[in-house]
Each structure stands twice: as C-alpha cells, then as structure tokens.
C-alpha cells in the first residue's frame, strides 16, 4: 500500500469541506460533503481507508462493494435533487489503490456496484452537472473507473506521489512477465505504461496539471489555488458539451491518440456508406 | 428461457462459442443486412504493440457492423478472445466508443439503432495500459448515451468470459446474455489469489470460478437476463428478443437503493457458499426498493 493512500484524500477533503467524515449510515470510507465552491454549493466525494471496514478485502483504502454502492447514492441523490434547477458540481477527490479483490466482492458482484457508481457519475455529468475529478493520490484501474473516470474534467497533481495506471507495478511486471525495473524502463518510452503523471498528461486526457509543492501538508495559499483551479475547470464543463470528447480535442491528444482519432474519422465516414 | 435440460436437437445445433468474433456479429444480424466497418483490409491497427514486440492484427481484435436486427437498424461489436485475450487497446476501444456514438447520433436524428457487444476479454491490454483504460471509461460514457434511446445488450458466450474494466461496460448494459461457458466478473481468480491469498481465493479450484463468475449463478441471482445454451439460433433468437423489448424502465447499474439494501445485509463475517447466495440475490428484485 502506498503510504500516501488515504492521507492525501482525507487532506484535500478536509482542505474544501472543512470536515472529514461520512454522512449517516454510510461507511466510514467514503467522505461526503456539500460545501461552498465559488458561486456554487458542491458535493465533495472521497474514498479513504477504513481498517474496520465491513468487508476484509476492502481495508486499506480500496474501492468495494459498499464505497461504490455508497459513491453510487450520494451522487444520485444530488441528480434527484438538483432535478429541476441548476446542477451543482460534484468533485471527486480521488486517492484510491485499487478496487477490491475478494471472493465475497465477485460474489456480490463488484463489477455491478462499480458500474453503478460510474454510472450515478456518468448520468449526473449528461444530466448537465459538471463532474470534476481531482486526482491528489493513486487513481488505479477498476478504482478510477469507478470514482473519477467520468468526469469532464480531470486535474492532478504533478508529483510523484500521484499515479494513474491500469495496474500496479508488481502485477503489471508479473503479467508481462518481466521484472519491475524492465517495466520501468520500458515505460519511460511508451507514454500510455508509464507511471510518471508527467507522462500521462501527454495522452491529452487530464484539463490541468497543479502544482503543490507537499500535497500531504497544503498552506493556504495553495488550497485557494486548487480551489480556483477547480472553479475555473467546473465554469469550463458548463460551457462545453457534456460528452468527453474534449479528452481527443486537445493538442496533446491530437498527438499522442492518432490512432483514436483515425478510427472516429475512418468509422464515421464507413457509417453513412451504403 | 431454454436454461433446463437436455436439448432433443444438440446434434443439430450450431456451436456459437466455435464461431470467431465476425462469424458470431453476422450470425446476429438479419440474413443479409450486414456489413463490416473498419475491417481488416483498412488495416488500422495498434501503434503501441510493435514497438513492444508483440504482433499486431489488422482490426485490432474488434469488429464492427452494422446492419439490421429485427428489421432495426442496429450495429454489433465483437471482440475476438483468440487476439490479445480480446484485451482493449486505443484502437479496439476507439472501436467500440465510436461505434456507440454514431448509433447515439443516429438515434438523435430519429434513425433507432440498438446496439449489441460481444465482450470476450480480460479488459485492458496492459501494453498499452492507461489509453486502454482511458478508453474503456469513454466507452461506459457512450454506453450512458446510448442506452437512453435504445437498448444496449451485452453478450458474453464464452469462452474467455468478460472481465476487468470491461466488466463495468458489462454492467452498464440494458440486458445482459450469457451462456453457461461464460463468466462475468471483475477480478479473476488469478488476480486475486495473487493480492489477497489462496485461502481468499483458490483459482486452481474450478468448480468455485464457475460457481461464483459462471453465467448459471449470474443469471440464477438476477445479475443476467438470460442464460441461452451454445446455440447460434437460440442466441440470435435472444439477441431480437431483447432489441424488440426496448430500453428497460430502469437499468440494473440504476437500481442504487436495491442492490445498495442487498450489499449491506450480507454476513461478512465468512466465505459464502454461492449456492446458497442464490437464495439471498434472487432473480427478482420486485418485492424489494426497486430504484
């Protein structure tokens, strides 16, 4: 485990929200909280640790069955709520291993509460809401899929303590069958297997690369930054269409995902033939 | 459904799991009415693998066409198990979203156009890690567009089942299929017994994988809407059903409150025996919150 997980979340939370705890009934591990946001009153989600957690596999900050169950409801009662006036920004604090690896989690089919999260995320975000994710920590694979992937707009720290990948080192090596300092290397030379945030940012999908010199221990002046990064990222979804396609429209994208962009021309022209 | 016994016309059947990615999309379609898009003769292909060594194929394991079902205008996505493990690359993923999206913008314009995806796949190919699963979060995205005009119906026959990321895309379908060769699930055992230990999950057991991933204990604990044997007909046959019932009143992905009720009566405090699971997730969420 990363020793950052689960710190660098509750910080950032605390840092907009003031506070760090869950609402009624909810597990421990997911933070939720509505606070000021320039002209706007946001919802705030965060997945953190609970060593207590109900579920044995998902103790150390991962995402399981009762996070996104818990993420899946909170951002839908914002949907229902907002249904008929204007739509709050939801954002997304995201710090998260991993999903959860359980037999009890496969079971009670993870793959299902997981969809549902991305789906309250993904629905809250064509509804018209601006759907923010703030990457502080590790955004990993099926974790990110389900608490931050939907989101229009993407912002991380450019520090090496975040990271954003399908895998993690050790498994990814274990796969690929080679040792960590090849996947490393290797890496370093194919943006989409590096784990350098530097790199990612190269695939055209992040809205703004931030700066905080230590993330784990803000000053105020750079939770005001953050905070009008964020403001300016939630007045940019508001002006823009609710689909992601920004995440090909930008220059790095255009570079980076040719290969994307070829198959929407080559498909979208095949479409209309007859 | 056709779930029980012994079928009087195996002999005549028509293996579906035996057909490759294109045979299973065309078998799906009315006689006639389908065509490939971006196939292998555009030869767009990953930029990613031959760099890593690894030989690319010229439709990057996915098919893609479009014709009708039905008499609808509909398009099917196929991913073919035997190329990379069906794994989702940029290309494969590219696909699929833009796929899904022109049946969306056509569905905008009046043209109703359901959409059907064959997921034969481990999820992301680790080659090219973060754009596989930048593009399996855009796919869900275009699955949310889509399923509000027309039905998304997920297929999974076998026999390398549908996994990983890919599992979610799963879950965001209107109608899920599966045949008993087939599994569903987000973490395969492998990968667990990997983080968490054998004694979490022993995955040389393989009567527990299909007891827990298999499509008979997907579809007998309502996760799928249909468990059809390995028969090219009976599955087509599905396949109509399912486009002519239309988009569902409320997607299962959507049913928050009654599977967030089911996760938190479990009992935690052991292993469940998936047989007996069955009697707590039944296939009928009715008599319980249904929202």
Known sequence: MNEYTGVRGTVWFRAFTGQASPMPGDPKSVLTADAPLGNDHARFLCVVPDSHARFPCARHGEVGLEEAATLATRVREVIEHDKNTIKRPIVAIVDVKSQAYGRREETAAIFLAAAAAADANGSARLAGHPVIALVVGHALSGAFLTHGYQANRILAFDDDGVMIHAMHKEAAARVTRRSVDELEKLAKEIAPMSYDIRDYAKLGLLYKLLHVENPEKPSQQEIRNVESELIAAIADARGGPVDLRNRLESTAARETRKASILVRTKLAAQWLEN | ?291
């Open chain 2, 1 to 291: 459904m056709n779930d029980k016994g012994y079928n009087a016309n195996f002999i005549n059947r028509q293996s579906f799991i035996e057909l490759d990615a294109r045979e299973r999309a065309t078998a799906l379609f009315d006689a006639g009415t389908s065509r490939e898009l971006l196939g292998p003769f555009d030869r767009v292909e990953s930029p990613w693998l031959a760099m890593q060594g690894v030989t690319p194929q010229e439709d990057d394991g996915c098919v893609v066409m479009k014709g009708k079902i039905s008499g609808q205008a509909a398009v099917v996505v196929a991913l073919e198990g035997a190329f990379q493990g069906g794994s989702i690359g940029e290309v494969s993923g590219a696909k699929m979203t833009a796929a899904f999206d022109l049946a969306c913008a056509d569905n905008e314009r009046g043209i109703r156009t359901s959409a059907v995806m064959l997921l034969e796949t481990g999820g992301v190919r680790l080659q090219e890690a973060n754009l596989g699963l930048a593009t399996i979060a855009e796919l869900m995205g275009s699955i949310l567009a889509l399923r509000k005009f027309a039905p998304v119906i997920c297929l999974t026959a076998g026999t390398v089942g549908c996994f990983g990321g890919m599992s979610l895309a799963a879950g965001l379908a209107s109608y899920v299929v599966m045949t008993r060769e087939a599994r569903l699930g987000m973490n395969g055992p492998e990968v667990i017994e990997q983080e968490n230990g054998v004694e979490e999950f022993d995955s040389s057991d393989r009567e527990l994988i299909w007891a827990i991933h298999g499509g008979e204990q997907r579809y007998a604990t309502g996760l799928a809407d249909a468990l059809i044997d390995d028969d090219t007909l009976q599955i087509a046959d599905a396949i109509r059903r399912f486009v002519s019932m239309g988009v569902p009143a409320v997607h299962r992905s959507s049913q928050v409150a009654l599977y967030r009720n089911r996760i938190a009566k479990l009992d935690t405090s052991q292993q469940w025996d998936p047989k007996g699971f069955r009697a707590l997730w039944t296939t009928n969420g009715s008599s319980e919150e249904k929202r």
